[in-house]
């Protein structure tokens, strides 16, 4: 499956109606972000069950904004609506099977349920 382009108002959407959504925060005039692409594209060909977008952070400042990224290439990833990763730099390949095998063994009734524990907390 092929990266999609994401914006500012397909963002939310695409959280929330995917299973786990990869999203990398780039912009064409980063290198690591350019060495990076052809990992993440490889990377979604061999997960197509998983959606795998791009953020043109050039594009769509306001979204990273709200994203508060602050340096690119930036890595986010969604289960289930649940922001569950989120890091800048660029991995190898065998850090991103890595990351999405980890993704995948979750088990989100925890992962909620530590959400749960922390605002009540807070």
């Known amino acids: 499956m092929a990266t999609t382009a994401l914006t500012a108002t397909t963002f939310e959407e695409a959280i929330?109606?995917?299973d786990t959504v990869v999203v990398d925060f780039w912009a064409s005039w980063?290198?690591?972000?350019?060495q990076?692409?052809?990992?993440?594209?490889?990377a979604?060909?061999?997960?197509?069950?998983?959606?795998?977008?791009?953020v043109d952070t050039e594009a769509e400042q306001s979204l990273a904004a709200a994203a508060r990224i602050?340096?690119?290439?930036?890595?986010?990833?969604?289960?289930e609506g649940i922001l569950?990763?989120?890091q800048p730099g660029a991995l190898p390949a065998a850090a991103?099977?890595?990351l999405i095998a980890s993704v995948r063994a979750l088990d989100m009734d925890t992962v909620r349920a530590d959400i749960d524990t922390?605002?009540?907390?807070a």
């Open 16 to 18: 929330t109606t995917n």
């Open 30 to 34: 980063c290198g690591p972000c350019r």
């Open 36 to 42: 990076f692409a052809p990992v993440f594209e490889a």
């Open 44 to 54: 979604s060909q061999q997960h197509p069950d998983i959606v795998f977008a791009k």
């Open 70 to 79: 602050t340096s690119i290439p930036t890595l986010m990833v969604f289960r």
């Open 84 to 86: 569950v990763f989120s």
């Open 96 to 98: 991103l099977e890595s």
């Open 118 to 121: 922390k605002k009540a907390s």
